[in-house]
């Protein structure tokens, strides 16, 4: 291994470690600051990002992953659905919890890891993460979500959405996710990629039937995956 590898690959893993303590800090101590970044990384589309799973929402009980400031639980509740939050940040919750009482919706939230749900079997028909981090696809956060799934559930995933365009804000913010390793978007003709190939590997030796669809909405392209339990109806 010659020297420059050393070097690159040392830096490499530095860099790594400091977008991840980045992304620490945004979700917990900076939580408070976590709308406006979003907001200004997506170019204001990320509540647009996430309500693009809304229609592949199935049946009335849902829990939402790692659920931030609470945006999507009060858009799923107003929309009909029976919502329960999880979310292992307690800044995080103390948001969610603000927003949920001033939208006086019935909308209860916990604090726990997905590892290690405190919830009983077969208690939600849809299980939802929108930007999650990588927990989302390890081997015991996806046993556990199975486990609460119901036997015809389905675990809704939103891991990426990209802006279109071609304007020098878009050319920007883009560099930006290429740099933090955010970028791994299937090219259109192409959806064999190395993020969906891991997903469906990794979810199908856990039971998950998974395909991905593209939702295309004005100025942008959201990633959607949909893992239905195995041997159940799509």
């Given at each position: 291994m010659t020297l420059s590898y050393k070097f690159m690959a040392i830096f490499k893993y530095l860099w790594f470690q400091l977008v991840s303590l980045g992304f620490h800090l945004l979700y917990h101590q900076l939580a408070s600051s976590y709308d406006l970044v979003s907001w200004i990384v997506s170019c204001g589309k990320w509540r647009e990002w996430q309500l693009a799973a809304l229609p592949y929402i199935k049946g009335q009980d849902i829990l939402e992953l790692a659920h931030g400031p609470g945006h999507m639980l009060i858009a799923l509740q107003?929309?009909?659905?029976?919502?329960?939050?999880?979310?292992?940040?307690?800044?995080?919750?103390?948001?969610?919890?603000?927003?949920?009482?001033?939208?006086?919706?019935?909308?209860?939230?916990?604090?726990?890891?997905?590892?290690?749900?405190?919830?009983?079997?077969?208690?939600?028909?849809?299980?939802?993460?929108?930007?999650?981090?990588?927990f989302i696809a390890e081997r015991e956060s996806l046993e556990e979500i199975k486990r609460v799934l119901r036997q015809n559930g389905r675990l809704v995933i939103v891991p990426q959405a990209k802006l279109t365009g071609d304007s020098a804000v878009v050319r920007f913010l883009e560099s930006l996710y290429k740099i933090t390793g955010q970028r791994n978007v299937p090219d259109e003709k192409n959806q064999q990629t190395q993020l969906f190939q891991i997903m469906r590997h990794r979810f199908s030796d856990v039971g998950f039937h998974v395909s991905l669809e593209r939702v295309i909405q004005p100025g942008s392209e959201v990633i959607v995956v949909i893992a239905n339990r195995k041997g159940t109806q799509r």
């Open positions: 107003a929309s009909g659905h029976h919502v329960t939050g999880l979310d292992l940040s307690p800044q995080m919750g103390k948001l969610a919890m603000r927003r949920i009482r001033i939208s006086k919706l019935p909308v209860s939230i916990m604090r726990a890891p997905v590892q290690n749900l405190p919830i009983a079997d077969g208690s939600f028909d849809t299980v939802l993460a929108t930007f999650p981090t990588e």
